[in-house]
């Protein structure tokens, strides 16, 4: 599906997760490159932080506190956006954790705090605002936070996490084939980047355990290794402006893609050499 790619410049920009990491450097680049933007985090006040910087750059931005798990709360996100702007144009669903561990010594309360906030929290996010973007009428986007782990799952102790991202390329997927002739659709597959995802369990609420400390292997090893989340913000604007759903932060995910289309069009071929049957062709065709 081909995709109308959109100018960020004068618009006006939602982005959940946008304190640190991924998030502010999404937030930080649109404001830079035009944007109006609001920062949307679960700690509010590390939210104002971010936007008095952009404000002090020369950007126009607020801050706002929310738990995207609570939809509830994003819906007060989206009245203080369009009662801030008027209207609002992008929505990046950034916010993320991560579990880290043998897949066998996970607790269920990591299992559902993990899927409140990767999956319903982007779907509270999504369906929020992709209602008012409907009625609203006009260009709008949607920018949705996944993984090169939504590609492929080569990686062993990241179960839940791949889990979670596979789910968000269903989902962004799923919404462009319903809604992609009112609304673009993106998903950003970031590898590596300097970011807190390996210490996202200072944020883990109590009702699923408290606080707890991250991933310190993890976490030192993607400060020295990982991309600049400003990079990353700047690769998401142009891919906004481009119309590209897929935005990928690393050429190297050429190998999983390729590794995953290899397996899945080799068993198909050996299972089934002469192509469809009598059977398949009386079978009605898939919507």
């Not at 269903?170 to 002739?181: A, C, P, Q």
């Amino acid at each position: 599906m081909t995709q109308t790619g959109m100018d960020v410049r004068g618009k006006a920009a939602v982005v959940t997760g946008a304190a640190s990491g991924i998030g502010r450097g999404i937030v930080s680049r649109l404001a830079a490159a035009g944007a109006r933007v609001v920062v949307a985090d679960v700690q509010p006040d590390r939210a104002e932080a971010v936007a008095h910087a952009i404000m002090d750059a020369g950007g126009e931005a607020i801050g706002v506190g929310c738990d995207v798990r609570d939809i509830g709360q994003v819906e007060a996100l989206a009245d203080r956006a369009w009662d801030a702007f008027g209207r609002v144009d992008i929505l990046c669903n950034n916010a993320g954790v991560a579990i880290l561990g043998p897949s066998l010594d996970v607790a269920p309360h990591d299992l559902r705090w993990s899927f409140e906030v990767n999956v319903f929290g982007m779907w509270n996010g999504s369906q929020v605002f992709l209602r008012r973007f409907v009625d609203q009428g006009g260009p709008a986007w949607i920018c949705n936070t996944g993984s090169h782990h939504s590609i492929a799952g080569p990686y062993k102790g990241l179960a839940v996490y791949i889990m979670t991202k596979h789910a968000v390329l269903g989902m962004t997927d799923s919404l462009r084939t319903e809604f992609g002739d009112q609304v673009g659709f993106s998903i950003l597959c970031p590898g590596s980047v300097r970011t807190d995802l390996w210490d996202s369990g200072r944020n883990r609420p109590d009702e699923f355990g408290g606080s707890f400390e991250g991933d310190t292997r993890r976490r030192d090893a993607s400060a020295s290794a990982g991309l600049d989340p400003m990079f990353v913000g700047d690769l998401v604007v142009k891919g906004i402006n481009a119309g590209d759903f897929y935005i990928f932060t690393h050429p190297q995910d050429e190998e999983l893609i390729e590794g995953r289309y290899r397996e899945q069009i080799e068993t198909l071929k050996r299972q089934w050499p002469d192509g469809p049957t009598e059977v398949h062709r009386l079978t009605p065709k898939l919507l």
